[in-house]
């Protein structure tokens, strides 16, 4: 008879929001901090505004975790507060607008960048938070 160890499995732990919130303070510059299939969990801080721009190829979902987000598109505008969702349907021009810092939780694609079409000085390179 053998005796063997046991495979002891790696600890799972959950992710804390307000604990990942806690290490960055750069504002428009998501971190991912989970992987879900082909799509990334990120979370990032905003204050101001962003840029207009379309995602051509995805829709992009965006949940309120503290503050108040507007969201702009060209035919009205969305406020979110924190526990509410919106999706930005694919091909749809949008501009984040937050007037008090504000938390969100964003999930979308991989590989997708945060000013979409538009591109320039504020495309954030994405950073890991583990
Ligand atoms: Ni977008």
């Keep these: 008879m053998t005796l063997g160890t046991p495979a002891v499995p790696a600890a799972a732990s ?3 929001l307000a604990e990942r919130l806690s290490r960055f303070s750069e504002l428009w510059m998501p971190k991912k901090i989970a992987d879900l299939n082909d799509y ?4 990032t801080k905003l204050k101001g505004e962003f840029i ?3 995602h051509e190829d995805t829709d992009e979902l965006f949940i309120v975790i503290s503050g108040l987000l507007t969201i702009q598109l060209r035919d ?3 406020t979110l507060a924190p526990g509410e969702l919106y999706v930005v349907p694919r091909g749809v021009e949008h501009c984040p607008r937050a007037d008090e810092e504000t938390a969100i939780l964003l999930l979308e694609p991989a590989g997708v960048a945060n000013t979409g ?14």
Excluded: P, Q, Y
């Design 14 to 16: 959950s992710i804390n």
């Design 40 to 43: 990334e969990v990120k979370i």
């Design 52 to 54: 207009w721009h379309t």
């Design 76 to 78: 009205g505008d969305v």
């Design 117 to 130: 079409d538009a591109g320039g000085e504020r495309t954030a390179v994405l950073e890991t938070l583990r």
